[in-house]
C-alpha cells in the first residue's frame, strides 16, 4: 500500500510479490458410476472403502460397482468420486407416525418420514418416539431411528416440530444417514409415544415386527414401501445431459479417470453412454478406462477387425482399454473365483503408481501387480503368450498378463489412440496423462492472470512462476532432457503477444516439454568377441 509522508521519519511499506506458486492438481482421483442398493442422488467424494460401505451399503451381488470400487482401494487408490444411479421406477420407503392430533400432513398431523435415498434398503427402517426428555414440554419428544439392516442406530432427543424451537427436527435430521422429512408442517403436537420398556429390554428386539403405537414400532407400512428398480439401463447411465446419470460428475471439483462398471451388461444404448463418457472425459482432462467387450472372449475375438471397439477417432487419445477380463475371489460367495470387468484394478493401479513414482511412469510392468486377482479371463481362464501380446499391443489394446514369480500384472500402456497405424503424438498414456495433469494446473494456477495490465512486467512474472512450476517438474524426473533448457520451454514475451493480440485482450503463453515414452521394447544386443589378441 503506498505511504503518504506527512511526518519526518521511517516508513515501511510492504510491496507486493511477483510470486504466485502454481501447485499440480491431483492425478488419481477416480470416478465410479453404477448401480448401488442405497446412497445419496449426487456425487459424494469418498477416501477409504470405509466411506464406500458407510454411504451405500458396502459389497453387494447386483453391484459391479461396488466391486469395482472395492478393486479400486485393494490395488492402491486413494480418493474417489462415487455416482450412484438408483434407476428409473426406484421409490424411497416412508414412514408415517401417529398424529397425537387430528389431521394428515402437510396441513395438519404429524410429517412424513421419508428415507434418506430410493430403494428397498429403507424397508429395514424404523423409529421409536418416547417422552423422557430433560425436561416436561408437551412439545417435546425423543425420536429413535434404526436401521435392522445394518444395525445403525441415530437418536434425536429433546426434538420438536415447532418451527420456533431451536430443536426443530427437520434441522437436525439434515445431518441424518437414514431418514429426512418428506413435508414439515408447523406441527406444535408431539406424536403418539411407544410403550414404555422394562428395564432390561433391547428396545430395537422387535423391530421388524413392529406395530402401531402403544403396542411397539413404527415401521414401513406397505403404502410406504420403498422399491429397487427393476433393472439399470443405458439411459439411467446417461442421464439427462445436466444433472442425471454420468452429468452428476459435473458438480465435481476434479476426477482423473472414470469407470463405468457394470454399464456392459444394461440394455439399451451402451455406445452411445461410452460416447458421451469420453467427450465428457475430454472435457474435464480426465481419461475413460474402458472394459473389453463381451464379445472378446478370445485374443483373435480381441484382434478381429469386425469385433473392433466403437470408441474411435481424435477423442480416444483420453481413453484406455484393457484385455481381458480379471478373475478373483468374490467375499459375497466364499472367495468363489469369479469374472469383472477390470476398469476398477487398473483405476487403483494407476493411482498407486502415481504416489510412488509420478503420472509421468506408465502404469505398467512387474511393479504394476493385480493385487487380489487370481486370473484373467472370463469363465474360463485366459492367458496371454507374447506372441499373442504381439498382436494387440500394436492395436492400442492393453494385455493383463500372467507370469511366473511376478504373477498377474498390467503389460501395456497405450491409449485407445496407440495403434502403431495412427502413429499419434498421444500414443502413450502416461505422456497424454502427464500432458493433462500440466493443462489443468496451468489452467488453475494462471487464474491471476486475468484483467491484469498487459505487458512486460506481467509476461516476466508468467514466465517467472510457470518456469518454476516446470522446473520443479523437472527436477522430479517428469520430463527428457538433462538441462531445463532441453527438458521444457516457457514463452511469454513481445515475439508471441503481438500488439494485435494485445489490443484484443489475449495474453499467449506457450508452454512445451519433452515427454518421457515408455520403454516398450527392451533390444539386447550380444555379440561373441573371438580372437582377441593384445599387442
Known sequence: MPVSPTYPGVYIDELPSAVRTIVGVPTSIAAFVGWAPRGPDEAVHITSFDDYVQNYGGLNANSPMSQAVYQFYLNGGSEAEIVRLAGSGSTAATIQLKPAAAGTPPTGGFPLLTAISKGAWGMNLCVRVDYNTATVDSKLYNLSVFDSGTGTLETYLNVTTDKTSPNYLPNLLSGSQLITLAAAADVTTR??????????????????????????????????????????????????????????????????????????????DINGVQDKALKMCVDRRAMFIVDPP??????????????????????????????????????????????????????????????????????????????????LGGAKPLKITDPQNGIL???????????????????????????????????????????????????????????????????????????????????????????????YLVKCDSTNNPQNDIDRGIVNILVGFAPLKPAEFVIIHIQQLAGQIQV
Open 191 to 268: 406424536p403418539d409415544k411407544h410403550k414404555d420398556l422394562p428395564p432390561g429390554t433391547d428396545p430395537f428386539g422387535d423391530a421388524t415386527k413392529a406395530g402401531d403405537p402403544p403396542d411397539g414400532w413404527f415401521s414401513v407400512p406397505a403404502a410406504g414401501s420403498g422399491t429397487d428398480a427393476t433393472a439399470v439401463t443405458a439411459d439411467d447411465y446417461a442421464g439427462d445431459g445436466a444433472s442425471t446419470g454420468i452429468y452428476q460428475l459435473l458438480q465435481t471439483d476434479i476426477f482423473n479417470m472414470l469407470c463405468l462398471p457394470g454399464l456392459l451388461d444394461v440394455t439399451g
Open 294 to 375: 463381451k464379445t472378446w472372449v478370445t485374443v483373435n475375438d480381441a484382434a478381429d477387425p469386425t469385433k473392433a471397439h466403437h470408441l474411435t477417432g481424435p477423442n480416444t487419445k483420453n481413453a484406455a482399454i484393457y484385455f481381458p477380463n480379471i478373475r478373483m475371489g468374490n467375499p459375497l460367495h466364499k472367495g468363489a473365483v469369479e469374472s469383472f470387468p477390470p476398469c476398477g484394478v487398473l483405476a487403483g493401479i494407476w493411482a498407486s503408481t502415481d504416489v510412488a513414482r509420478g503420472v509421468w511412469k506408465a502404469p505398467a510392468g512387474t511393479d504394476a501387480s493385480l493385487n487380489g486377482v487370481d486370473s
Open 393 to 487: 499391443n500394436p492395436l492400442g489394446i492393453n494385455c493383463l498378463r500372467v507370469f511366473p514369480v511376478i504373477g498377474p500384472v498390467s503389460w501395456g500402456a497405450r491409449t485407445m489412440r496407440g495403434a502403431d497405424r495412427l502413429a499419434d503424438q498421444w500414443k502413450y498414456l502416461p505422456v497424454r496423462r502427464l500432458a493433462l495433469f500440466l493443462e489443468e494446473s496451468l489452467y488453475r494456477g494462471t487464474q491471476w492472470v486475468v484483467f491484469e495490465p498487459n505487458d512486460e512486467p506481467l509476461w516476466s512474472s508468467i514466465r517467472l512462476n510457470v518456469g518454476a512450476f516446470m522446473n520443479n517438474l523437472f527436477r522430479q524426473g517428469a520430463f527428457q532432457g538433462q538441462t531445463p533448457q532441453q527438458a
